[in-house]
């Protein structure tokens, strides 16, 4: 116990063993330090002396109460055969003050500790403000939790007030840890303006809150947050977003890249990530796996049922990347698996989304929804399996864009699509520039009245090519729909666009049978287009309940259509094309 100021306080090679204390630091306590380092030390068997046997003030077994230098704990073995309880802050280790210069935590395991109280913050370990870098190197958490009812606790294993430089994390791991009222399941780290969080080589499992941010909880802005290697194994939140990971305020630069998230859970949004606000997020190498909802009825209340990125004005950059749910995930919101707004640029690249629906009515998304995209957007080696958007007057039953400027998809397949008003697979709205290549569109129904295009709908004011694209068994059931598996163009004839042009297209099993549909295949209809030619296609039985059995066209330009294959085509009237305002050679 040291009542004056350490300035350089050491406790080196050094055993405590059999101690006792009913407040704080059955160890150690220090009111004021200027500088700690405690170095292969081992503590074994503390308790405390209370009558109820719950220690009552902070830091239980080291407690330090203003830090003004350097903290420093290395190969610091914490060990006690029973139970060990608090009802303050900093079970086991708490480093206070505003003005801690630096942090180094190596080989130390923290284990077994409750906290009680509540509002209580890091039930193994509390640091204050930390001016320099903070690091932590070979550690565990293990049986770590506060269990108070009320209240919002923070960090089940570990809290760091404000890091105002750069917090690393190498080789830690967080095991049954939880907050049972509050947020940070294992970690929590504040700060207004840090300059990097990074965890690498990490793993939470059986790691839960009540609240946001299952295993992490970042709160306040940090320039870079990374997480590499990382594992998450049944992590989730009881009633809230982020069920493995929580940003409350701007991630500058976000990267999740070579790590997993299996088994985690929210009622709200993002069963896996929840981002406030970003300006870069880079999704890479990783895989995100059986996913849910932890809400009472089983369906997320929230967009953005696995991720959720609020605002990003940065770029969105997923490689590499594995959705997988055996069975579907049910949303109200937007974006049944991802949901990003406000993004300037996107670029998605061998990247699988499985099983998602959502059930409420105007939804856009069922997988993917992008919103506000200024700049270009790309999909190369993608895959949508079983997306469904199934609530009334909704759009994009796979992905949902709006607003982007280029749009390119390239080796791309859509598999068992349903959607209830505009794209069963795909709704593009207000882009310049679209190309498709290499596409696959499987198994695609929309449904629901007036209803724009089986699989896809695009509206584009500048040049379209489709280039090895198959539109097969797709269904648009519909009244006065319109396109059976592609609407082009726009309902108002005022829209002009560039150059249209299909090669080696095929419309096979394509229907728009409900009453009053138009375009078998495709619809198109423009102001003016610059040209409009079909190559080497096939239009393969395909019917619309009006008009153009294949296609209808309406604009006052011509179509030119060669070697190209139209068989069992049908509609009301007999015809194989509509062609509206179009002139005849």
């Known amino acids: 116990y040291a009542a004056g100021t350490a300035t350089n306080f050491g406790f080196i090679n050094s055993t405590v063993i059999n101690s006792s204390a009913s407040t704080s630091g059955i160890a150690i306590y220090l009111t004021t330090a200027n500088g700690v ?92 403000t930390v001016s320099g870098a903070a690091s932590f190197t070979n550690v565990t958490f ?75 909880y970042i709160d306040g802005d940090v320039r870079s947050l990374k997480f590499d290697d990382v594992t998450f194994t049944n992590t989730s939140v009881k009633s809230g977003s982020g069920g493995a990971v929580y940003v409350n305020g701007n991630a500058t630069n976000f990267e999740f890249i070579n ?24 999704i890479k190498n990783s895989t995100i796996e059986n996913y849910s909802s932890s809400a009472s009825n089983g369906v997320m209340s929230g967009s953005g049922g696995v991720i959720y990125v609020g605002s990003n004005t940065g770029i969105l950059n997923m490689e590499n990347v594995n959705f997988v749910r055996n069975n579907t995930l049910q949303v109200t919101g937007n974006g049944g698996i991802v949901y990003c707004n406000g ?30 995209v200024s700049g270009d957007v790309s999909f190369t080696g993608v895959k949508f399996v079983n997306n469904t958007l199934s609530g009334d007057s909704t759009k994009g039953g796979a992905v949902y864009i709006k607003s982007a400027n280029d749009v390119s998809f390239t080796n791309v397949n859509f598999t068992d699509m349903y959607s209830t008003s505009n794209g069963s697979a795909l709704c593009i709205e207000q882009s310049r520039h679209a190309s498709f290549t290499d596409v696959n569109f499987v198994n695609n129904i929309l449904s629901g009245a007036n209803g724009r295009g089986g699989a896809l709908y695009l509206i584009p004011s500048g040049d379209v090519t489709f280039t090895n694209v198959n539109f097969t068994d797709i269904s648009l059931v519909s009244a006065n729909g319109l396109g059976g598996a592609l609407f082009l163009g726009h309902d108002m004839e005022s829209v002009s666009m560039g150059k249209v042009k299909f090669d080696n297209i095929e419309f096979v099993n394509v229907h728009a049978d409900s009453s009053n549909n138009d375009g078998g295949a495709f619809y198109f209809r423009a102001g003016s287009i610059t040209s409009f030619d079909i190559d080497n296609s096939k239009f393969i039985n395909t019917s619309a309940s009006r008009s ?22 049908s509609s009301q009237n007999g015809v194989l094309m509509t062609l509206v305002k179009c002139p005849i050679p």
Not at 356 to 366: C, E, H, R, V, Y
Request: charge should be neutral; hydrophobic fraction near 35%.
């Open 343 to 372: 993004v300037s640029k996107v670029t998605l690249n061998n990247v699988n989304f499985t099983a998602s629906k959502i059930t409420t009515k105007n939804a856009l998304g069922g997988a993917l929804y992008l919103n506000v």
């Open 548 to 569: 153009g059995g294949a296609l209808y066209y309406e604009v006052l330009h011509a179509l030119n259509i060669r070697n190209s294959v139209f068989e069992n085509i």
């Open 37 to 128: 380092t405690i170095k292969d030390v081992c503590i074994e068997n503390y308790s405390s002396s209370a009558s109820n046997g719950v220690m009552s003030g902070d830091g239980g077994v080291i407690y330090i109460s203003t830090d003004s230098g350097k903290f420093e704990m290395n190969n610091v073995t914490l060990r006690t055969d029973k139970a060990f309880k608090t009802s303050a802050n900093g079970g086991i280790v708490y480093c206070g003050g505003d003005a801690i210069t630096s942090v180094s935590v190596s080989n130390v395991n923290f284990t077994n500790v409750t906290g009680k109280g509540s509002d209580k913050l890091g039930a193994g370990m509390y640091l204050g």
């Open 142 to 216: 293990t049986n770590t939790t506060l269990t108070a009812t009320s209240g919002t606790a923070k960090g089940g294993a570990l809290y760091i007030k404000n890091a105002k430089s750069t917090v690393n994390f190498n080789n830690v791991n967080f095991t049954d840890t939880y907050v049972k009222s509050g947020i940070g399941g294992a970690l929590y780290v504040g700060g207004d303006a840090t300059k990097r969080v990074t965890l690498t080589d990490v793993d939470f499992t059986n790691v839960n809150a009540s609240s946001d941010g299952g295993a992490v």
């Open 259 to 282: 790590s997993e998230i299996l088994n985690s859970s929210a009622s709200s949004s993002g069963s896996a990530i929840y981002i406030e606000t970003a300006n870069g997020v880079t």
